[in-house]
């Protein structure tokens, strides 16, 4: 529940900040924000100075509130039901974010974490081990796949989607979106397609296009532009592309590539094929899916050649079967996000996932030839 306070003239909270106004430290009451003159503000303001006139939106139990404006010299004036868009404006918003499986605030306490002085956001709520959380969410231990419910500045929400430790979800609420360009974003992304599909331009050079011309066509600003880029990931692929070919020049790859064709040649092509499914299946749970494509794929085009079989099924299966991490919860963040709101264990995956795995790559098997023959 949400409470209104107005402070009045002989407060004892007047040229305070939110940060020493004594409600959490000694009332465990969080401030969300503040109205004045008509204009409201949201999320961590460690410059915001009280004066009288002030509304502040409070979060806490209600008698911890009672009480607080009793002491400190606020009137509790309302009880209130927000809405999302009630707290968004142009500067703030709400947004959400799972606790990812490399995250340091696995097994520390909002409070403990110093999270509002860490990230500059508002911790609302938790959802966790299967349950909605909004009281006393500052003392309990957050644990891998615990969603939160952030309120803040969009500079700091948007901040989020650089933290290792945090799967954002969407936008932050409210935001602001160009529905005018809506239209031109669609012929753009029509024009690129069909200059792929014809085969006049190659895709990453049609892709770029497409990026300048949504810029250029206001689709986008440059930093948001800039945001969007996924930096770990291309430094990602920057990295593991001189590894791949260390084990191709090294002859690292050549020699698990004799491994497979050793253990699994007997069974034909479909066999071998089988094994470097495997192989990517088994390094996904411990790196990334892209990461694992990169360095099995490489010991799959040598297996093919040492076959005289098509690379492109071979290259085709890696790719597909390092994204088929569906028996353990760590092989990708789809299974993270669904791993506490579902109050599933860590062999729930295996037992689950384990047949659909077998049954998609017993689909691949049978049907990946066909399309692409060896």
């Known amino acids: 529940m949400l409470h209104e306070l107005l402070v009045v003239p002989d407060s004892a909270l007047l040229g ?21 003159q ?31 404006a009793q002491l400190l010299g606020c009137q509790r ?9 009630d707290l968004t404006t142009n500067e703030a918003g709400l947004g959400r974010v799972v606790i990812g499986q490399t995250s340091d605030l696995i097994g520390q306490t909002v409070r403990g974490a110093e999270f509002r002085t860490r990230f500059g956001l508002q911790v609302m709520g938790i959802w966790h081990e299967g349950r909605p959380l909004a009281a006393g969410v500052a003392d309990i231990p957050l644990h891998l796949g615990d969603t939160l419910l952030l309120l803040g500045r969009r500079d700091a929400l948007e901040h989020l989607r650089e933290e290792p ?18 239209p031109v974003a669609i012929i753009i992304f029509l024009v ?49 592309l001189p590894l791949a070919v260390a084990m191709a020049t090294t002859g690292a790859a050549d020699y698990l590539a004799e491994l497979v064709v050793g253990a699994f040649g007997t069974l034909g092509p479909r066999g071998v094929l089988f094994g470097i499914m495997l192989l990517a299946a088994l390094l996904t749970p411990f790196m990334s899916n892209a990461a694992a494509t990169l360095l099995v794929v490489p010991i799959a085009v ?32 789809a299974n993270i996000l669904v ?8 062999f729930d995956y295996t037992r689950v996932g384990l047949p659909l795995t077998l049954l998609i790559w017993l689909v691949l098997l049978l049907f990946l030839p066909l399309f692409m023959p060896f």
């Open 192 to 240: 690129m397609i069909s200059l792929v599909l014809a085969g006049v331009l190659p895709i990453a050079v049609a892709a770029l296009i497409g990026a300048v011309m949504s810029v250029l066509t206001g689709c986008l600003t440059m930093d948001e532009a800039y945001q969007a880029i996924q930096w770990k990931s291309l430094f990602l692929i920057i990295g593991m």
């Open 77 to 85: 004036t309302a009880d209130l039901q927000l809405s999302d868009k």
């Open 165 to 182: 430790s945090f799967v954002v979800l969407g936008n932050p609420a409210g935001d602001p979106r160009r529905l005018n360009r809506a």
């Open 339 to 346: 791993f506490s709101p579902g109050g599933y264990r860590f």
């Open 38 to 68: 008509g204009r409201l503000s949201l999320g961590f303001m460690p410059n915001f100075h009280i004066e009288a006139g002030d509304r502040l939106f409070v979060k806490g139990l209600a008698p911890n509130v009672t009480q607080a």
């Open 16 to 36: 305070r900040t939110f940060a020493d106004s004594m409600l959490a430290s000694h009332f465990q009451v969080e401030i969300l924000g503040a109205l004045r």
């Open 302 to 333: 040598l297996t093919a050649q040492r076959l005289s079989l098509d690379v492109r099924t071979f290259a085709m299966a890696v790719a597909l079967a390092a994204s088929s991490s569906l028996m353990f919860p760590l092989g990708h963040q």
